[in-house]
């Protein structure tokens, strides 16, 4: 019976550890001057893999373990925006919004007829 106790105990144990370990980033992503929500940006931890698109809501959400991290935002027509030294702890989420500005030099393409 002591080893059954054990190991629930055990099993509990490593559960809580890997779950302390977690953090979230979430956030909405919009036009700095329309105030229009953001569609399919993307949103990716610097030096990492792990990302997110933004949905139809313009909201993202990244599970990522624990520490500080750099977040860029980029989508096609806007300057690439960068968040430094976000920390991430666990039990409560880091909700960090942008607002994302147009680039100024968008040159225009032009369609002719043959």
Excluded: C
């Amino acid at each position: 019976m002591k080893k059954v106790y054990f190991f629930i105990f055990l099993f509990f144990s490593f559960f809580s550890l890997y779950a302390q370990k977690q953090g979230v980033i979430l956030g909405v992503i919009k036009d700095k001057n329309t105030q229009e929500l953001i569609i399919g940006a993307t949103v990716k931890v610097e030096n990492s893999e792990v990302g997110a698109v933004s949905d139809e809501q313009g909201k993202f959400r990244i599970e990522i373990p624990t520490g500080s991290y750099n977040v860029v935002v980029s989508f096609a027509g806007y300057k690439t925006f960068t968040k430094y030294n976000l920390v991430v702890t666990s039990g409560n989420a880091q909700i960090v919004n942008f607002e994302l500005e147009t680039e100024d030099n968008i040159e225009g393409v032009e369609v002719t007829d043959k």
